[in-house]
């Protein structure tokens, strides 16, 4: 069975880091897309970050520069480092497993698993 279990969030101050973890279990998360999306009461599901089966990483414009997406693969884990966070970032994130394609991750939706969530709540 795959399961995905997000753990890290918290609260934070405005400009503070947190480092969200998501352990796989019951497939090898590196045969797949993986990625990080976050929903906020009121506003629109965001894809964070991503990283493909070849490694190559993507960021919402909203987080370049701050956030970074990585795998340890021999854990198993999925990794999304933020760091300079803002109130606008407070947020329910989940972390997603997706098929892979030729044309890198087209979707971060957990049509493989899905995460129950970690909340993240930066104040200013």
């Known amino acids: 069975q795959v399961q995905l279990v997000e753990s890290g969030g918290g609260s934070v101050q405005d400009g503070g880091s947190l480092r969200l973890s998501c352990a796989a279990s019951?497939?090898?998360?590196?045969?797949?897309?993986m990625g990080w999306f976050r929903q906020a009461p009121g506003k629109e599901r965001e894809v964070v970050a991503t990283?493909?089966?070849?490694?190559?990483?993507s960021y919402a414009d909203s987080v370049k520069g701050r956030f970074t997406i990585s795998q340890d693969n021999a854990k198993n884990t999925l990794y999304l480092q933020m760091n300079s966070l803002k109130p606008e970032d407070t947020a329910m994130y989940y972390c997603?497993?997706?098929?892979?394609?030729?044309?890198?991750?087209?979707?971060?939706?957990?049509?493989?698993?899905r995460g129950q969530g970690t909340q993240v709540t930066v104040s200013s």
């Open positions: 997603a497993a997706d098929p892979a394609t030729p044309f890198g991750c087209l979707v971060v939706v957990g049509l493989v698993g």
């Open positions: 019951g497939y090898t998360s590196s045969t797949y897309c």
């Open positions: 990283i493909d089966t070849d490694g190559s990483t």
